[in-house]
């Protein structure tokens, strides 16, 4: 979703101090639709309690998806005359969203229960790496590293049941316009459903193919 779309804001009658800026933070919030965030914003450069006295305010050009970090924003409005205003604003906008964590320690190679979950508050904006937001892409995988409580749970710290190992033969199928192509191979990496990795296939150019896990531990080619 792109933000070029008009914003309506009621005039606000409560004073906003000096890190509380509700009007600007909904509008960066509203940028991570259908996630619900909040917003944390961090001035630099202009007022935005100024924006407080505005209504119908919309942002002149666009504001990406996921919007965090440092942002220079130009944004319009009518006051209660229905005069028209510009606003140059500057400054870092930190998104914070529920994720997820542990109760307890959990040792590696241990499978994810879901009650061993408990939610927190994470910021995004300073993740280097994604969290993972739902319940069900962690529930039934593997921790690859210890998971201890208050540290959110990344997408690189669990992994799904190992199905096919290194060094074992395996079977990969491509399929197109209704004719499906068989190729044996060896694997090359370890890896469960959903996972890629590269098949060791002597007869092809490179010798070598990548493949998608499926459940039934065959593969599924990527051309």
């Given at each position: 979703m792109r933000l070029g779309l008009l914003l309506s804001f009621s005039l606000l009658t409560t004073m906003s101090n000096a890190q509380n800026y509700p009007t600007l933070e909904k509008i960066i919030a509203a940028t991570w639709v259908p996630h619900h965030?909040?917003?944390?914003?961090?001035?630099?450069?202009g007022d935005p309690a100024a924006l407080d006295k505005l209504k119908d305010v919309e942002v002149v050009g666009e504001l990406d998806d996921f919007a965090s970090g440092l942002l220079t924003l130009t944004l319009k409005g009518l006051d209660e005359k229905g005069g028209a205003h510009c606003l140059t604003l500057k400054g870092r906008a930190r998104i914070f969203r529920q994720a997820y964590s542990v109760a307890s320690r959990v040792k590696i190679g241990k499978e994810i229960k879901l009650a061993m979950l408990t939610?927190?508050?994470?910021?995004?904006?300073?993740?280097?790496?994604?969290?993972?937001?739902?319940?069900?892409?962690?529930?039934?995988?593997?921790?690859?590293?210890?998971?201890?409580?208050?540290?959110v749970i990344l997408a690189s710290d669990v992994r799904p049941k190992t199905l096919v190992r290194s060094g074992e033969?395996?079977?990969?199928?491509?399929?197109?316009?209704?004719?499906?192509?068989k190729v044996e191979g060896v694997a090359m990496k370890d890896g469960g459903i959903g996972e890629t990795i590269p098949v060791?296939?002597?007869?092809?150019?490179?010798?070598?193919?990548?493949?998608?896990?499926?459940?039934d531990a065959t593969l599924r080619w990527i051309p």
């Open positions: 965030v909040t917003c944390k914003w961090e001035p630099m450069f939610s927190l508050t994470c910021e995004w904006s300073n993740l280097r790496a994604m969290a993972l937001l739902d319940a069900g892409a962690i529930v039934g995988k593997y921790a690859v590293r210890p998971l201890v409580p208050g540290r033969p395996v079977t990969i199928y491509y399929e197109q316009g209704g004719v499906t192509v060791r296939v002597p007869e092809v150019e490179k010798n070598r193919l990548e493949g998608v896990i499926q459940n």
